[in-house]
């Protein structure tokens, strides 16, 4: 399905594309893993309290309860373990417990833990009940890993002191606090440090309609106007991912702000979107390639993910990790024991006839 233009003009489009992408970077809004240069301004449309925060609805209601039940007790809540893909709201649900309990908020990443003092630094500043929240936490060193062993079901910090036949270990007491951990990658997070934690709850992609909430809320507190099926297309040209439907929510307030009056239409969108390259199934310029590569270069498929990485100058675990689950989730590409084969949706999402040594193409993905 080809994205068309409407009302706007297309010299006003190419300008007002060219200010957002010199402005902000075009590239990669759609890549949920890696942060764009303007997601601060994310921070301000982050939900504070459970009733804000928008879709998980099964986890929300495990959650609720057990914040509901700690907070009767008066207890901390238990060491809560997030699994999901990157973007869909962990870190926002991180910082929503800790407001529910009216607790402090700590948050670092495993790879800023890079000592044994880096992390003892973290908890000697820790208040009772305070929210500690560690982002890919599979990426712990595992001396840091063995260190939470003891803090997580002790409350105690093991610590070396001296050196050599001197040395002796010192445990050091830490307030009762529920550690958060947060990963994409949930098999690569050993099972002694798993089953510390009392929570365990996997997000799922949003569906469109939940992320059409999410849109009308954000462009409410960004101070503008969106139509309903402006937002429901945006919704669906956003993988199923908050974080994406955020920026592109601030992408086309540009267009609409500069190109119009200022309400978020669905021909701004569908203009908009063009001129950013992202395509009705929120596919950019590099998702395509990955499947015209199949296609062309490989016949269809299969193709090994390393060949394939090498044919479009990518790292295998990029391709592997962040481009392929989407790509295989919307049905372009399936995955076999023998490599990576294209289907027909994916001939008839690019205009590709199917077909031995085929590649023509449609005239105009975005025209």
Known sequence: MAIRYTDTTDDDLREAAALSEQSRGARHIVRA??????DSQEVNLRPRLLKEFLGQEAVKANLSVFIDAARTRGEPLDHLFLIGPPGLGKTTLAEVAANELGADFKVTSAPALDKPKDLAGILSTITPGTVFFIDEIHRLKPVIEEMLYVVMEDFELDWVIGQGAAARTVRIPIPHFTLVGATTKAGMVSKPLQTRFGIIQRFNFYTPAELSLIIKRSAGLLGCSVDDDAALLMASCSRGTPRVTNRIVRRMRDFAQVYGD????????????????????????????????????????????????????????????YYEPYLIQCGLLQRTPRGRIATQKAYDHLGIKAGPGASSFLPGLFG
Do not use: H, N, Q
């Not at 893993?33 to 303007?38: I, Q, T, V």
């Not at 498929?301 to 390393?306: A, D, I, L, T, Y």
């Open 33 to 38: 893993d890696e942060p764009g240069e303007d």
């Open 262 to 321: 200022g309400r978020i239409t669905k021909s701004i969108v569908e203009a908009g979107l063009g001129k950013l390259r992202i395509d009705s199934l929120g596919l950019e310029d590099f998702d395509r390639d990955i499947i015209r590569a199949v296609i062309e270069k490989f016949g269809g498929g299969p193709v090994g993910c390393e060949t394939l990485a090498i044919s479009l100058g990518e790292s295998a675990d990029t391709l592997e990790d």
